[in-house]
Structure formats: structure tokens, C-alpha cells
């Protein structure tokens, strides 16, 4: 009885001690970054910048220019912007994946990321959390769980400041 009462305290308390979250974002301008660090001091997680291999410049990032880089990868569902470096998913449970809302959806980098980790993330459950101007996060969840549907979405969290 005494070893079974030791086992089951052993197992609650060996729980959260495992559960590893990663907080993997991409941010044009550093709003998301800053959503980004303090959603992972809320859960203790590890932080990862998911870093266009070639960086957005100002004039890549104007929306009223339908010429512009940004305006260019939105218009084309293909697109695939390089990501500069590989993250290692393995030693994670739970994954924060965070963006800035780009035409009421995630930027073309976070389906770069998403094909290339797509069978390492198996049924890990996935947050996904946005920053934006104005618009909500329902839009860029149900475009995710349509392209990704193997995929372990839950509820999305909008961190804009109030
Ligand atoms: C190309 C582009 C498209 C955007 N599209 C939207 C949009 O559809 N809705 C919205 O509310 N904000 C939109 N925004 C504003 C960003 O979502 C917002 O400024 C975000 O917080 C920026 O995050 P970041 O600093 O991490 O890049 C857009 C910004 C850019 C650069």
C-alpha cells in the first residue's frame, strides 16, 4: 500500500515536471515577440524565433503596395519564405506557434515552418496565438485547421494589447 501511495505521488508530481512547452513565433515588426516573451515566462517555456531567412524590410511589409514582398507571398497560397534555421521540436509537449495576422491570416513563413515540422509534430497539441491591428484570430485558426487537418489545433489566443 505504502509503495503504491509512493507511485502515485511520484506520478503526479513527475506530470508537469515533463511537460515541456515551446513558444515558436515569427514577428515582422516586434509585436508578436513581445506577446511571445511573456506568454513563455507564463508557462515556463523555451522561446523560439522562427527567422525569415531573409528579413522583412519596411517596404516589404507595406499592404497597400500590391507589388511588395508581403503582398506578393499573401496573393500566392504556394508561397514558401526560408526559414534561416531548423527547430527542434522533439523535446516538447505542448507548442505555442504565434504570428502577426497578415490578410486576416498567418504569414506564408508559418506554412514554411508548419510543412517542415508537420509529421514531428504528431498529436502534440498546438496553440496557436496571433497579434493584429484589428482583426480576430478565427480566421487564421480555421485556414490552419483546413491546410493542417492531421494536425492537433486548439482554441487560438488574439494578444493584443488592450
Ligand atoms: C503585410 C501586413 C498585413 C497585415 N494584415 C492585417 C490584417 O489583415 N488585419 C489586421 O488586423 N492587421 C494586419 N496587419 C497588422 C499586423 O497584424 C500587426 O501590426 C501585428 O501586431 C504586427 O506584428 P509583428 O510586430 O510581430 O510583426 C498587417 C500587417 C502587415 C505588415
Request: charged share 25%.
Amino acid at each position: 500500500m505504502k509503495r503504491m501511495i509512493l507511485a502515485l505521488v511520484c506520478a503526479a508530481m513527475m506530470m508537469p515536471m515533463n511537460a515541456k512547452t515551446l513558444v515558436a513565433y515569427f514577428s515582422a515588426t516586434g509585436t508578436t515577440k513581445a506577446a511571445a516573451e511573456k506568454l513563455a515566462k507564463q508557462h515556463d517555456a523555451r522561446l523560439w524565433e522562427i527567422e525569415p531567412a531573409e528579413k522583412y524590410t519596411a517596404e516589404d511589409l507595406d499592404w497597400r503596395n500590391p507589388k511588395s514582398r508581403s503582398s506578393i507571398e499573401m496573393n500566392d497560397p504556394e508561397e514558401r519564405p526560408m526559414i534561416k534555421q531548423c527547430t527542434d521540436i522533439t523535446p516538447y509537449d505542448t507548442i505555442y506557434i504565434g504570428f502577426p495576422i497578415w490578410w486576416g491570416i498567418c504569414p506564408r513563413i508559418i506554412n514554411s515552418w508548419l510543412d517542415n515540422m508537420e509529421i514531428m509534430l504528431g498529436d502534440k497539441p498546438i496553440i496557436p496565438f496571433a497579434t493584429s491591428g484589428s482583426s480576430g484570430i478565427e480566421e487564421a485558426e480555421a485556414y490552419l485547421k483546413k491546410n493542417y487537418p492531421s494536425l492537433n489545433w486548439q482554441k487560438g489566443l488574439l494578444l493584443n494589447k488592450r
